[in-house]
């Protein structure tokens, strides 16, 4: 009975740290799809970002982010993936963008400018979430046992 139990619990530690490597990989093709289209739209205004692109783009990083933080929060410990480099990458862009609006009469596309800022808010609350958790384990580790009950 035991050993079923293991091989069970063996096998859902696979699923879950597989799902993350998986989705970070998807969430990077999308990012590179979504930031080249932006591109194109910023150069060539009348190839406009599809809407869809946008929504598909913030619910595919709000699942990669809700994922991470479900295993942060229950200690499920999984390789560290560097995702604050999607938010140094698309805030770099639209850097970039914002000079070259400023020094041609090329316009900044509005899509891109909404998903740069809620990119960045979904890192604000993702720290905001790590420092709680990091907070939590650091009072249950060192509270003596006699203030625990």
């Known amino acids: 009975m035991s050993s079923k139990i293991y091989s069970t619990l ?7 740290t597989g799902v993350r490597s998986s989705l970070f990989l998807f969430l990077a093709s999308w990012t590179a799809m979504v930031l080249i289209m932006g591109w194109i739209d910023f150069f060539v205004p009348a190839l406009e970002l599809p809407d869809v ?3 598909s783009y913030l619910i595919l990083l709000g699942v990669y982010i809700l994922h991470k ?18 938010v140094y990458i ?3 862009s639209l850097l970039v963008m914002v000079v ?6 090329l316009e900044v596309p509005e899509a891109l400018k909404f998903m740069s800022y809620e ?9 905001i979430s790590k420092s709680l958790n990091s907070f939590k384990l650091k009072n249950t580790i060192t509270r003596p046992k006699h203030l625990t009950r």
Request: aromatic share 10%.
């Open 90 to 92: 698309w805030w770099s």
């Open 10 to 16: 063996k096998l859902s530690w696979r699923e879950l």
């Open 69 to 86: 933080e479900v295993n942060r929060w229950t200690g499920v410990k999984i390789k560290a993936r560097p995702g604050e480099s999607i």
């Open 119 to 127: 990119i960045l808010g979904a890192l604000l609350v993702s720290e």
């Open 100 to 105: 070259l609006s400023f020094l041609t009469k």
């Open 53 to 55: 692109a946008v929504t």
